[in-house]
T-cell receptor, first 113, second 113 residues
Framework: ETGVTQSPTHLIKTRGQQVTLRCSSQ?????VSWYQQALGQGPQFIFQ???????GRGNFPPRFSGLQFPNYSSELNVNALELDDSALYLC????????????FGSGTRLTVV | GESVGLHLPTLSVQEGDNSIINCAYS??????FIWYKQESGKGPQFIID?????DKRQGQRVTVLLNKTVKHLSLQIAATQPGDSAVYFC????????????FGGGTRLMVKP
């Protein structure tokens, strides 16, 4: 059984650019959630995807968007990058309806310069 | 590896001692709570969980206590080992917005040999 894998592990982008981060969910998990973790803080919920549709969203602007594919993998897209978008982006997968049985990936460290 | 929690509250304990990490949660409607451990360069790892209809739950070397009256959660680690050194987060699930988890600010545990 494989866990959650994220790519790339590190990324440097310039302010104003767009970025796509990828996540493969754990085998048997059909729900994917994305979290942003700024340095020194706890993760903050961005959104969740189930059946290829957004199933809940935190307090993030529309320039944060996502996709889920039929194989349950997911992408996080961020447009018009800002310096404050620099953070560790975590993907977590779970069976649908799980209150918190999430398995987290190791994250993508995004640096915006 | 990635450095998590540079400015977090720190608990320093001697190897073999017991550790207690505390957390105050915000939403009285939350019905599910989880403790996560995050090591440098990794995503959060599930430790133990508890539902709101319980006051205490025990795992292997870990115990979680829930006090709903004062909205307080604690994690007790028995016989703390060097491998327990990490940042610990509590998270609550109120069932909103796709079962989003709301994380606390985290505590860094340092175990002295």
């Amino acid at each position: 059984e494989t866990g959650v894998t994220q790519s790339p592990t590190h990324l440097i982008k310039t302010r104003g650019q767009q970025v796509t981060l990828r996540c493969s969910s754990q085998s048997g998990h059909n729900t994917v959630s994305w979290y942003q973790q700024a340095l020194g803080q706890g993760p903050q919920f961005i959104f969740q995807y189930y059946r290829e549709e957004e199933n809940g969203r935190g307090n993030f602007p529309p320039r944060f968007s996502g996709l889920q594919f039929p194989n349950y993998s997911s992408e996080l897209n961020v447009n018009a990058l800002e310096l404050d978008d620099s953070a560790l982006y975590l993907c977590a997968s779970s069976p649908m309806g799980a209150s918190g049985g999430y398995t987290f990936g190791s994250g993508t460290r995004l640096t915006v310069v | 590896g990635e450095s998590v929690g540079l400015h977090l509250p720190t608990l320093s304990v001697q190897e073999g001692d017991n550790s207690i990490i505390n957390c105050a949660y915000s939403n009285s409607a939350s019905d599910y709570f989880i403790w996560y451990k995050q090591e440098s360069g990794k995503g959060p790892q599930f430790i133990i969980d508890i539902r709101s209809n319980m006051d205490k739950r025990q795992g292997q070397r870990v115990t979680v206590l829930l006090n709903k009256t004062v909205k307080h959660l604690s994690l007790q680690i028995a016989a703390t080992q060097p491998g327990d050194s990490a940042v610990y987060f509590c998270a609550e699930n109120s069932g909103n917005a796709g079962n989003m988890l709301t994380f606390g600010g985290g505590t860094r545990l340092m175990v002295k040999p």
